[in-house]
């Protein structure tokens, strides 16, 4: 397995113990991601009496959760675009959710004394393309039209930022959208939880789930927790529901990350306020810096397997880092002879609408939450509380709305899956290289608020 930057930076830790007989429990959380830990997090400060256990694969926070770009942002829809085309009536409040959200993020850090790194710089996301610049200027009308701080920036604006020669322009947003070292983020909710007396066991996957008269039975290799309520957070790994399979593509997306930038090197490129960044192309970079002036660059390729197979064999991807460190030089010329010290991968829990579905099974003793989609940072906070009171029947406005009664169009099944997901994303590729026209095979699929995305 390739360690990502965040989990190589982490302090060491002694692993929770795998579970080791039968207990009993009130909640059993399933996957100790963002989702599983918030989970843990929101249901000690309903009830601190509540009795939880929390059942993890591997090590809390090595999943998604200890991999992805740090990019903390608040739109619980893949941005406003997406969330306008498929949830229109219901994008202001859903907007305003994912405000609340971040907002009651930053402070559930400060309150659990969480140390994640949190900037809040804003992000950039900038023009490579001529026709992309009317692009960022229709996403700039939108994103001013829910009441964000957007800054549109021309050719040497967006250079004084950020010295590339590939900008033809820029759109700095400053309203709900930061940076955090996504270990310590983890690293941080799982000391919580811990504190909290929420009883966590690492690497003890769960089985099988089996319903019982008062609850569920969740097994492990050795042993077995009986569960009245049980929260599944599994991501993109094999669901233990057939129904989520379904609905859920485990996309690998790479990251790169530098050795840090000597002073040479940070005067040569700038970047002063910090800004998280990304193209605003269908194949799209996003890249940060660290808190030691690394740069961590990832995204573009996002690769489909047969199956959607997961697991450490798939960390490593040369033709995708070779890729990825091409377009890195191409972008920053002036950095030319900086080293990567690290790569990695991870699987994204891509669904069709690209935004986070929600669940309940086995007679309503069980409920998920999952399909972020690879803008799960900060969303995964909003689904854990939503499972939650799904799981525990409580109304809220959040329960009410249809992005959490309604699931995703269900991917078909192989061979006709893989075929559907190499078609778009080669159209996507072709749009991109093609002036962004979207041919008859994308429009079909927009107009039936289908997608393919990272
Ligand atoms: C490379 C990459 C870059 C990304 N960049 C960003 C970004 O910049 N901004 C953003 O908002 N989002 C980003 N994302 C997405 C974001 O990381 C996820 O949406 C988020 O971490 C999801 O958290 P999670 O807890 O649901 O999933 P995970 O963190 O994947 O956690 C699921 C956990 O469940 C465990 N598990 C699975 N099955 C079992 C089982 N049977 N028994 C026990 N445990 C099990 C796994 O081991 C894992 O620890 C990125 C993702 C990737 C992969």
């Given at each position: 397995m390739r360690r990502s930057f965040w989990i190589d930076t982490l302090p060491a830790r002694d692993p929770h113990a795998p579970l080791d007989g039968a207990l009993d429990a009130d909640l059993c959380i399933v996957g100790g991601g963002y989702t599983g830990l918030w989970a843990a997090a929101y249901a000690k400060s309903l009830d601190p009496d509540r009795d939880i256990v929390l059942l993890e694969a591997t090590r809390c926070g090595t999943g998604a959760s200890g991999r992805n770009g740090g990019f903390l942002q608040s739109s619980l829809t893949h941005g406003i675009g997406n969330g306008l085309s498929r949830f229109p009536d219901e994008i202001e409040q859903l907007e305003r959710l994912g405000l609340e959200n971040f907002r009651a993020l930053a402070g559930d850090l400060e309150r659990l004394a969480i140390d994640a790194e949190f900037e809040p710089t804003g992000d950039l996301i900038v023009a490579l393309?001529?026709?992309e610049l009317a692009d960022l200027e229709e996403e700039a009308e939108l994103l001013r039209r829910f009441g964000h701080d957007a800054e549109l920036l021309d050719r040497e604006q967006v250079r004084a930022e950020v010295n590339s020669p590939m900008y033809l322009g820029g759109l700095w947003t400053r309203t709900g959208s930061a940076l955090v070292h996504a270990g310590k983020l983890g690293d941080g909710l799982r000391a919580a939880a811990a504190g909290d007396g929420v009883r966590i066991h690492e690497y003890s996957p769960v089985r099988a789930l089996r319903r019982t008269a008062a609850g569920v039975s969740v097994v492990t290799d050795g042993g077995v927790v009986d569960a009245r309520r049980v929260l599944l957070a599994t991501s993109a790994y094999p669901p233990l529901l057939r129904a989520i399979g379904r609905y859920i593509a485990p996309v690998y997306d790479y990251v790169l990350a530098t050795e840090p930038l000597g002073e040479r090197m940070r005067e040569a490129i700038g970047w002063a306020g910090r800004q998280g960044i990304s193209d605003i192309g269908n194949q799209f970079h996003y890249y940060r810096l660290t808190a030691d002036w690394r740069i961590v660059w990832g995204g573009y390729d996002a690769v489909y397997r047969y199956g959607g197979p997961v697991g450490p064999q798939l960390d490593d991807h040369e033709p995708t880092f070779a890729t990825l460190s091409q377009h890195f030089f191409a972008t920053f010329p002036q950095l030319e002879g900086l080293r990567f010290s690290h790569r990695w991968g991870g699987a994204i829990d891509t669904c069709s609408r690209f935004s986070v579905f929600f669940g309940t099974a086995l007679g309503g003793r069980v409920a998920y939450a999952l399909g972020?989609?690879?803008?799960?940072?900060?969303?995964s906070r909003f689904g854990a509380r939503v499972a939650l009171d799904l799981l525990d029947g409580r109304e809220s406005e959040a329960t009410a709305l249809t992005i959490v009664r309604r699931r995703p169009v269900p991917f078909p099944p192989e061979p006709l899956r893989t075929g559907v997901i190499q078609l778009t994303r080669n159209r996507l590729a072709a749009a991109d290289r093609n002036d962004g026209r979207r041919g008859i095979w994308l429009r079909t699929l927009d107009r039936m608020g289908l997608g393919f995305d990272s």
């Open positions: 393309e001529p026709r972020y989609t690879g803008l799960g940072v900060g969303a």
